[in-house]
């Protein structure tokens, strides 16, 4: 599956922006959905994720309350809703989709990758 994430910019502090991933492929709806983020000079780090089974959603602590993500199987899409933004969300987001099992958290677990999309958000 080929991953198209798009949506990123330039937000001050308690601005939103809403991310969008388009996903090659018939089977999408086989496919959890996740969410990352990597900052300069850090780690890649898991932000939400959407699993294919249930509807099931599960979110990095740092983010609660303020990204909402959801996905449209119909559309082949998952969406990274983010309100509340603050200056150490700033970072490249990437969208990743996995068939396989394991711990949602870890980057490790997931098959494909989009190309990242930049936020930044101005204090």
């Known amino acids: 599956v080929q991953l198209q994430a798009s949506g990123g910019g330039l937000v001050q502090a308690g601005g939103s922006l809403r991310l969008s991933c388009a996903a090659s492929?018939?089977?999408?709806?086989?496919?959890?959905m996740g969410w990352f983020r990597q900052a300069p000079g850090k780690e890649r780090e898991f932000v939400a994720a959407?699993?294919?089974?249930?509807?099931?959603?599960y979110y990095t602590d740092s983010v609660k309350g303020r990204f909402t993500i959801s996905r449209d199987d119909a559309k082949n899409t998952v969406a990274l809703q983010m309100n509340s933004l603050k200056p150490e969300d700033t970072a490249v987001y990437y969208c990743?989709?996995?068939?396989?099992?394991?711990?949602?958290?870890?980057?490790?677990?997931?098959?494909?990758w989009g190309q990242g999309t930049l936020v930044t958000v101005s204090s």
């Open positions: 492929g018939r089977t999408f709806s086989t496919y959890a």
């Open positions: 959407f699993s294919w089974s249930g509807g099931n959603t």
């Open positions: 990743a989709a996995r068939v396989r099992s394991g711990s949602f958290y870890s980057p490790r677990n997931y098959d494909y």
